[in-house]
């Protein structure tokens, strides 16, 4: 029996193997992929993201512990953008949500970063898939707020929370102009410290400066104490409504149809490209064009404009043939 | 007269411009990069990489005084890949170089990351290339050791030294496998502190357990005290030693055809994968497509294979004429 197949009677350790194929880029992973996808587009997905100490972990911890409550099966992608220096921290955290582990209800598993550019946010979409393809109504993406990873890891989530802590230094510093407009839903956790009051009005006043139209959504602010479970609830409800207004707005279609035409462009670009570097290291000819800009005879944009004009480039277009 | 004819005369500001259209992927920026190419292949690059803390801005610093008393002329490329949530500190660090800020024989600059994939260690190349065809004999690339950024980032360099402190838990697990790989020179800064000899001496037996062949480079491992600029001449000694190693055996040559082949790698994907996104906006039939994806009626993987099979990829493949 196929791996897909088997992960669609729900065997997690099938699921498992799948998983890490996709975090290894292995292209046994897109057959399976392929027999996955139409069961997907089921799930709710909810992005959290905020810097380290913010407590996510322990955030992410009691929203599986809320959502099971309700009967929801939940699903969690721990994304580590594993800085090569520094490590564990995340792993370590993964350890608190453990008491799940003996839930079949709920589904963790971590995703590293194997190097490839822009791979991060592709496997976390196809990690995605895969748990929406199982069933899980509920699927959280964590993210350590690192770079452009999690800007672009929230175009895969419906609703993000940014998770901020009180006395960061300055609040509304901390909360940079990319990752402000990612927020679906601004969460100060550790609420129960004294400078909570004041991290919720800058923020309040933040979005009130950005005044969101009429039919817009308007980003709340939320206080939460992750380790007394206080606010959780509040926020979950949070989660639901702005999923309700995804819906009712028709932003949900919208939004996945973003999601598709990008995963599309993803899937084309590491082909073209696949294809480029498979030519360029086979071709003599381009071998000479590489040699040749080594030695600064030639510029590299030139050269670059030479491939996709002459006869390298119509090879390259004849190379545009996968196959089936 | 052209930005490239100003910066090879020196204009600094002509060149911080252009720097700047660098930084924003703007498409003007080529033209003038074009021009400097044949420039370019003269100077000697260093890469210095480390985890947060390892004082690797008071070691570039120190780096930069001793090369100027060389009489050679400095560029340093501060790469910052500016986390959302965390910022300000790789700045402040910038300050501390600011003794040379009225050398004419230095020239300091930060690059941020704007979001595009892959685009961080383009960037840094080209913005060595800028500074490369100005005449600057050391340039020093900086990186905050943040995931693979700095491993690309090392392949710009033709020297890249690691830098780590004592104490910063286990040694030797602080250097992880990607980051050892990238090492020509280990680098224990502040080795003043009591637990420096333990973090050489593991270092070491690392070195020794990778034992590298015969003809192969044997990565020394230094100690400095960079706030005294202990051990910084033996460090800029050990790094000549690098470069002629390099040239001796016949690397350098290897070295800078493999630099030119992923620089022609990534221009080529980059323009693929403009012509995709474009043609994907653009065209009805690929609208048809997303739309489909998104309602589960077709999956991506398959998509794909159908723009590159069928007319649309011949569209593609003519779309694959870049104007001159």
Same mark, same amino acid.
């Given at each position: ?12 350790? *099938? ?10 880029? &292995? ?104 748990? &929406? ?43 940079? *102009? ?147």
């Amino acid at each position: 029996m196929r791996l897909a197949e088997k992960i669609i009677q729900g065997d997690i350790r *099938a699921a498992a193997r799948l998983i890490t194929q996709i975090d290894n880029h &292995d292209p046994a992973a897109v057959t399976e992929l392929q027999r996955l996808y139409p069961l997907t587009g089921r799930a709710e997905i909810v992005g959290v993201t905020g810097p380290p100490g913010a407590g996510k972990s322990t955030l992410t911890d009691k929203l599986i512990g809320a959502y099971r409550q309700q009967g929801k099966k939940v699903a969690v992608v721990a994304v580590d953008p594993s800085s090569s220096f520094t490590s564990g921290a995340v792993l370590g955290d993964r350890i608190r949500m453990n008491r799940h582990a003996t839930d079949p209800g709920v589904f963790i598993r971590s995703l590293g970063t194997r190097g490839h550019l822009g791979g991060l946010s592709r496997s976390t979409g196809e990690v995605v898939n895969v748990f &929406d393809a199982m069933g899980y109504e509920v699927i959280i993406i964590e993210t350590v707020g690192v770079g452009q990873d999690e800007v672009e890891i929230a175009g895969t989530a419906h609703t993000t929370l940014v998770v901020t802590v009180p006395g960061l230094g300055d609040d509304i510093q901390a909360i940079k *102009a990319g990752v402000f407009e990612i927020a679906d839903i601004f969460v100060v956790n550790k609420a129960d410290r004294p400078e909570a009051e004041k991290a919720v009005r800058d923020l309040t006043t933040l979005v009130g400066m950005n005044h969101p139209g009429e039919d817009e959504w308007w980003q709340p602010v939320l206080k939460t104490v992750a380790s007394t479970s206080e606010g959780v609830d509040q926020l979950v409800e949070a989660i639901g409504r702005h999923y309700a207004f995804l819906l009712d707005s028709g932003k949900l279609q919208q939004f996945e149809e973003q999601k598709s035409q990008r995963h599309l462009c993803e899937l084309l670009q590491e082909e073209l490209y696949r294809q480029v570097r498979t030519r360029i290291r086979e071709e003599q000819a381009l071998n000479g064009q590489v040699r040749a800009i080594a030695r600064r005879e030639l510029d590299p944009y030139t050269a670059a404009r030479q491939i996709l004009t002459t006869g390298a480039g119509l090879a390259l277009a004849k190379a545009g043939q996968i196959d089936p």
